[in-house]
């Protein structure tokens, strides 16, 4: 079974500055996805960024970029000027990827999630 | 563009009720989902359905049973509510099963007391 896991239950940072999310996860699988999602005060979950197990390139979307160590099974989130805005729950996914039709692919497995607060 | 919507946002019940929490997505969508959240977990998978027709268990199916009434709708029904399944319900869909991307809904802020 997959489990992942995120260490800081809390954290803030500074408007303007950067501040690095850490995701640790366990699978067997040799091809996966991994998933930040940013849940605010609003509840909606919004996708951040998303990253294919298969590709060695980190992803990137404006100001937010992940540190992907496959073997080392870590994903952490960098999010570079941090904005009022930011300040949110944001949980790491993982996803089993397609093998076929039907099963549990498709399903999200998630983190407990960090609280990020970003102070003026 | 309205995407996944689920009603109600916000309900209130007695231990013993029964209620069904409906979610209808508007992406022609194949794949539909169900999680909860409560305070200090991720989100737990309760059933799934991967096309039309199909559903199946997710990590927490217990005192939850579900209806896929046709490609937009997939509702989530508490027969016999418990205060165990006070929690944030979610409903999700991608355009298919394994499809990278889930879109959710708002949720719903159920409260069984």
């Known amino acids: 079974a997959q489990t992942v896991t995120q260490s800081q239950p809390e954290m803030s940072v500074q408007e303007a500055e950067t501040v690095t999310l850490s995701c640790t996860y366990d699978?067997?699988?040799?091809?996966?996805?991994l998933f930040w999602y940013k849940q605010p005060p609003s509840r909606q979950m919004i996708l951040v960024i998303r990253q294919e197990a298969y590709k060695q390139q980190n992803a990137t979307e404006n100001r937010f970029s992940v540190n992907f160590q496959k073997a080392a099974k870590s994903f952490s989130l960098k999010i570079s000027d941090s904005q009022l805005g930011d300040t949110a729950m944001y949980f790491c996914a993982f996803m089993r990827a397609p093998r076929g039709y039907g099963g549990s692919q498709g399903n999200l497995i998630f983190g407990k999630g960090t609280k990020l607060s970003v102070k003026p | 563009n309205a995407g996944v919507t689920q009603t109600p946002k916000f309900q209130v019940l007695k231990t013993g009720q029964s209620m069904t929490l409906q979610c209808a997505q508007d992406m022609n969508h194949n794949s539909m989902y169900w999680y909860r959240q409560d305070p200090g977990m991720g989100l737990r998978l309760i059933y799934y359905s991967a096309s039309e027709g199909t559903t199946d268990k997710g990590e927490v199916p217990n005192g939850y049973n579900v209806s896929r009434l046709n490609k937009r709708e997939f509702s989530l029904r508490l027969e016999s509510a418990a205060p165990s399944q006070t929690s944030v319900y979610f409903c999700?869909?991608?355009?298919?099963?394994?499809?990278?991307?889930?879109?959710f809904g708002q949720g719903t802020r159920l409260t069984v007391v």
């Open positions: 699978t067997s699988e040799s091809n996966y996805y």
């Open positions: 999700a869909s991608s355009p298919t099963q394994g499809d990278t991307e889930a879109f």
